[in-house]
Each structure stands twice: as structure tokens, then as C-alpha cells.
């Protein structure tokens, strides 16, 4: 798989867009903190190195927002082919012929 933008960058952009959501709420690091149930230490350390378990970012994204976005963002695609017979399938139902000319 070939990602286009590395981890450690998608890593410091999440950082940033909780602390600019937490700061447009005019919410201190304590305040977060409390609202979230996230240990203050927890908060410092996800704000200065991105280390944080998936519960805790889950609670800080239910208070600063993002929460319902995230998990529709990460809803599988569906499926149009199960199979080669449905992609054979589909490729026969393309085919269009021209009428005759009388």
C-alpha cells in the first residue's frame, strides 16, 4: 500500500487539529482534560509527542468535535463486485450494439 502522506506528518496534523479545536473553544489542556475524562498527563503528552491509546482520542474527539465524522470517514466502502463473474457480468451489460440501418 503507497501512502501519500507519511505517518509521522498525519500523526503532528491530528495533534494540531485538536489543539486548534480545543483552542477555539476556549479550552485550556485542564479544561479538556476534565470535560473528557483524559488524565491531564495523558493530554501533555498526546499535545507534545502524539502518544495516546485510541479510548482517549476517541473521548477527546466527543468533546472538542469529529467523533461522528470519524467514524463515517471510516465506513467500509461497498463492494460492487464480489466476485470476476460480477465484474464478467457488468462488462456484458456495457456492450451496446447499433441499431441496422433499413
Given at each position: 500500500?503507497?501512502?501519500l ?5 498525519t500523526e503532528k496534523?491530528?495533534v494540531?487539529?485538536i ?6 473553544m ?13 488524565p491531564?498527563r ?8 502524539g ?5 482517549s482520542?476517541?473521548?477527546?474527539l ?6 461522528e465524522?470519524?467514524?463515517y470517514i471510516l465506513?467500509?466502502k461497498e463492494?460492487s463486485?464480489?466476485?470476476i463473474?460480477d465484474v464478467?457480468k457488468s ?5 451496446k450494439?447499433?441499431g441496422?440501418i433499413?
Open positions: 500500500m503507497l501512502l502522506v507519511s505517518l509521522s506528518k496534523k491530528l494540531n487539529n489543539r486548534k479545536r480545543r483552542l477555539q476556549n479550552l485550556t489542556r485542564e479544561g479538556l482534560a476534565e470535560r473528557s475524562g483524559v491531564l495523558t493530554l501533555r503528552k498526546f499535545e507534545q509527542k502518544l495516546i491509546s485510541l479510548d482520542f476517541l473521548k477527546l466527543s468533546v472538542v468535535g469529529g467523533l465524522e470519524m467514524v465506513k467500509p463492494q463486485f464480489k466476485s463473474d464478467l462488462e456484458k451489460k456495457t456492450i450494439k447499433r441496422s433499413k
